[in-house]
């Protein structure tokens, strides 16, 4: 009986192992943007903000920018805002849900659209007076390059 219970034990065990090194890979394959607050001169850290991207198309999309394949759009990105630090982005008490992140886009979005020091100075607020539903499109963040870590 004693045998079944340590079979059964070391088996739920080793799942577990293998379900937590499928989610390392899935963060391991992630690409990282740093976006600088542009209001005519960009400005860089501390304002630099980085984002994880998950999606290989939107990486991609974000690289053809970078080598002016494509244009710069008005919207940097749209994400979910997150409070805490994330360990890429270690300079804010805040993130974005890689999950949530969307292409960027020329569309035009009023209630949505602050600086990231806006954002962090009423992160208290965020999905509730700022950012309805926790959705973010910074207009005055533009894509600067890739980090590499």
Same mark, same amino acid.
């Given at each position: 009986?004693?045998?079944?219970? @340590? %079979?059964?034990?070391?088996?739920? +065990?080793?799942?577990? @192992? +293998?379900?937590?090194?499928?989610?390392?890979?899935?963060?391991?394959?992630? %690409?990282?943007?740093?976006?600088?607050?542009?209001?005519?001169?960009? @400005?860089?850290?501390?304002?630099?903000?980085?984002?994880?991207?998950?999606?290989?198309? &939107? /990486?991609?999309?974000?690289?053809? #920018?970078?080598?002016?394949? *494509?244009?710069?759009?008005? $919207?940097?990105? #749209?994400?979910?805002? &997150?409070?805490?630090?994330?360990?890429?982005? *270690?300079?804010?008490?805040?993130?974005?849900?890689?999950?949530? +992140?969307?292409?960027? @886009?020329?569309?035009?979005?009023?209630?949505?659209? &602050?600086? /990231?020091?806006?954002?962090?100075?009423? +992160?208290?607020? $965020?999905?509730?007076?700022?950012?309805?539903?926790?959705?973010?499109?910074?207009?005055?963040?533009? &894509?600067?390059?890739?980090?590499?870590?």
């Amino acid at each position: 009986m004693i045998k079944r219970t @340590t %079979r059964g034990a070391v088996r739920t +065990l080793l799942a577990a @192992t +293998l379900l937590a090194g499928a989610g390392m890979a899935e963060a391991a394959g992630a %690409r990282y943007f740093s976006f600088i607050n542009y209001a005519g001169e960009p @400005t860089y850290a501390p304002n630099e903000f980085v984002v994880e991207v998950r999606d290989p198309a &939107l /990486a991609e999309r974000y690289s053809q #920018i970078l080598r002016n394949i *494509e244009k710069q759009p008005h $919207v940097a990105f #749209i994400a979910n805002v &997150l409070p805490g630090r994330a360990p890429y982005n *270690e300079a804010w008490a805040f993130h974005v849900d890689p999950a949530s +992140l969307k292409p960027p @886009t020329d569309a035009s979005f009023h209630e949505c659209s &602050l600086s /990231a020091e806006d954002v962090e100075e009423n +992160l208290w607020a $965020v999905g509730d007076q700022i950012l309805p539903g926790r959705m973010w499109c910074p207009w005055t963040m533009r &894509l600067s390059r890739e980090v590499k870590r």
